[in-house]
């Protein structure tokens, strides 16, 4: 095997805490040897040998780090990662990476510019909910699909604390950039770049500075229609995945278990990590002959954000095709902005 790839993180809180360190540090693939961390030194505690450097700029001149991980608020994404490619590392940047599309362009092209690879992270495509619809359609149960429905939607009527996900005039704010970034590039993933696409917002909570409701539809051919909801005015959540065919309906709530478990902390490489609890199973409901239904319960496979670092180890020590493409992120984008 290569030589592991040197990775240094520019945060660490959530998502460096419980999205990236974890794999890094359990994966033989890296080494986890850098993070930025300009107040309080925390990173200490849960990774002793961990460098905490008071800058970016010192995590730049640290000639080992071959790969940087931009984990800060969303605003900052886009100059934060045209730093990193200049100054020749490889970077791995946080959905989304900015608030529209022809900032991505100047992303990806700087990447070319400088030769080193651009990466964007989208971990749901590996939740195990969203596994196990992919494996539903793709087995071709469902017949000749006509409607899907995906909504990510949570109960958050107070705030934000941290203004950058909800403020009025920061770029990519929102609950569209949040979480239907996630639910777009799960469409992207399973169907493509749509034939066209419309969007509204909306905003539904008391005092909310931004959009807190967002519906995506996006029209495939054959009739095939794609409809994206995220909001965070929902009580009671309904399934996060329905999708219709000509032979069948399949359902799925939202239970992948990798986030809860990594905040506890249960670590990758556990054998229980990523496995849905009993109960979570979808349904699928098949027509037979004389139009009789079939009902069927189906477990998901195991949640993995594993596969999202196997891909990267493989886009920079073979140049691998990176799943989540320049194409996938600028429709992305273009939906979104």
Same mark, same amino acid.
């Given at each position: 095997?290569?030589?592991?790839?040197?990775?240094?993180?520019?945060?660490?809180?959530?998502?460096?805490?419980?999205?990236?360190?974890?794999?890094?540090?359990?994966?033989?693939?890296?080494?986890?040897?850098?993070?930025?961390?300009?107040?309080?030194?925390?990173?200490?505690?849960?990774?002793?040998?961990?460098?905490?450097?008071?800058?970016?700029?010192?995590?730049?001149?640290?000639?080992?780090?071959?790969?940087?991980?931009?984990?800060?608020?969303?605003?900052?994404?886009?100059?934060?990662?045209?730093?990193?490619?200049?100054?020749?590392?490889?970077?791995?940047?946080?959905?989304?990476?900015?608030?529209?599309?022809?900032? +991505? #362009? @100047? %992303?990806?092209?700087? !990447? =070319?510019?400088?030769?080193?690879?651009? $990466?964007?992270?989208?971990?749901? /495509?590996?939740?195990?909910?969203?596994?196990? +619809? #992919? @494996? %539903?359609?793709?087995? !071709? =149960?469902?017949?000749?699909?006509?409607? $899907?429905?995906?909504?990510?939607? /949570?109960?958050?009527?107070?705030?934000?604390?941290?203004?950058?996900?909800?403020?009025?005039?920061?770029?990519?704010?929102?609950?569209?950039?949040?979480?239907?970034?996630?639910?777009?590039?799960?469409?992207?993933?399973?169907?493509?770049?749509?034939?066209?696409?419309?969007?509204?917002?909306?905003?539904?909570?008391?005092?909310?500075?931004?959009?807190?409701?967002?519906?995506?539809?996006?029209?495939?051919?054959?009739?095939?229609?794609?409809?994206?909801?995220?909001?965070?005015?929902?009580?009671?959540?309904?399934?996060?995945?329905?999708?219709?065919?000509?032979?069948?309906?399949?359902?799925?709530?939202?239970?992948?278990?990798?986030?809860?478990?990594?905040?506890?902390?249960?670590?990758?490489?556990?054998?229980?990590?990523?496995?849905?609890?009993?109960?979570?199973?979808?349904?699928?409901?098949?027509?037979?002959?004389?139009?009789?239904?079939?009902?069927?319960?189906?477990?998901?496979?195991?949640?993995?954000?594993?596969?999202?670092?196997?891909?990267?180890?493989?886009?920079?020590?073979?140049?691998?095709?990176?799943?989540?493409?320049?194409?996938?992120?600028?429709?992305?984008?273009?939906?979104?902005?």
């Amino acid at each position: 095997m290569s030589s592991p790839i040197v990775t240094g993180l520019l945060a660490y809180g959530m998502s460096g805490k419980l999205f990236h360190a974890p794999f890094l540090s359990t994966n033989p693939q890296f080494k986890l040897k850098a993070v930025v961390e300009r107040n309080q030194k925390k990173m200490v505690a849960d990774y002793p040998d961990i460098v905490s450097y008071n800058s970016v700029d010192e995590l730049l001149n640290d000639p080992e780090i071959e790969l940087i991980i931009v984990n800060t608020p969303s605003f900052t994404h886009v100059d934060f990662a045209k730093r990193v490619l200049t100054a020749g590392r490889h970077v791995l940047i946080e959905k989304p990476v900015s608030a529209n599309a022809a900032q +991505v #362009k @100047e %992303v990806f092209d700087l !990447g =070319r510019k400088f030769n080193r690879k651009v $990466m964007v992270y989208q971990n749901r /495509r590996w939740d195990s909910d969203f596994l196990s +619809v #992919k @494996e %539903v359609i793709e087995s !071709g =149960r469902l017949g000749r699909l006509t409607e $899907m429905h995906i909504r990510y939607d /949570r109960y958050k009527p107070e705030l934000a604390v941290k203004p950058f996900k909800e403020g009025a005039d920061i770029p990519a704010a929102g609950v569209r950039y949040d979480l239907g970034a996630h639910i777009v590039d799960q469409a992207i993933h399973l169907f493509g770049k749509p034939l066209s696409f419309d969007r509204v917002d909306a905003i539904q909570r008391d005092r909310s500075e931004n959009f807190d409701y967002m519906n995506l539809r996006m029209v495939y051919p054959g009739g095939f229609i794609v409809t994206l909801v995220a909001a965070l005015l929902i009580p009671d959540q309904l399934p996060a995945f329905v999708v219709h065919g000509t032979l069948g309906t399949f359902s799925k709530h939202r239970c992948d278990v990798q986030e809860p478990q990594l905040n506890i902390p249960v670590l990758p490489n556990d054998p229980a990590y990523g496995v849905e609890p009993l109960g979570c199973e979808g349904k699928l409901v098949t027509i037979g002959i004389d139009e009789e239904k079939s009902i069927e319960f189906i477990t998901a496979p195991k949640g993995d954000y594993n596969n999202i670092f196997y891909a990267i180890y493989h886009a920079i020590r073979e140049n691998a095709l990176y799943p989540i493409t320049e194409e996938h992120v600028t429709w992305q984008m273009e939906m979104l902005e």
